[in-house]
């Protein structure tokens, strides 16, 4: 049976924080405080779940949000209205599976008719290209660029009309 995607719980986090850890540095790092922000202050945070569990998740913010990454901040700064893609992350067993594509789709469902871009940022330096790859086929383009954490990495910043 397909995982089926639906909103995240309490209960669910632990399992959320370990697939996030799992894929640093593709995403960043975060705490079980951030987590508990996000599953509050979140627009969207949906996770897929298969018959052992939480196998993926994706965090979406709107602006107006008291969020302070430096990426969300762009985003907030160049575009009136957007829903941002602040994460998505899947764990080991549920990769090519296409569940990250399975919450893109639901997040932009949700935001038809709310907003006409989606946002989100690809590591650039160090490079994701797999990423990328995956954002270009979705439609993403790039509109900007900028160093982040000391410069030690480079974002795209991508949109996508919804």
């Not at 575009?79 to 602040?86: E, I, L, M, R």
Request: proline content about 4%; overall charge negative; charged content about 25%.
């Amino acid at each position: 049976m397909p995982p089926t995607l639906r909103d995240v719980r309490s209960d669910d986090l632990d399992t959320v924080l370990f697939i996030n850890e799992s894929v640093v540095p593709a995403v960043n790092s975060l705490s079980a405080d951030d987590l508990a922000w996000f599953a509050v202050h979140a627009a969207y945070f949906r996770v897929a779940e298969d018959a052992e569990g939480v196998v993926a998740f994706l965090i979406g913010l709107r602006p107006g949000t008291a969020y302070g990454s430096l990426n969300y901040r762009w985003f907030c700064d160049h575009y009136d209205d957007f829903a941002y893609v602040d994460r998505v992350a899947v764990a080991e067993r549920g990769r090519r599976a296409g569940l990250a594509s399975r919450l893109y789709d639901d997040f932009a469902e949700r935001m038809i008719g709310k907003v006409d871009v989606m946002t989100c940022e690809v590591n650039i330096e160090p490079p994701n290209p797999g990423s990328m790859l995956f954002h270009e086929r979705r439609g993403f383009r790039q509109v900007g660029s900028q160093a982040t954490e000391g410069g030690t990495k480079v974002v795209a910043l991508l949109e996508c009309r919804l």
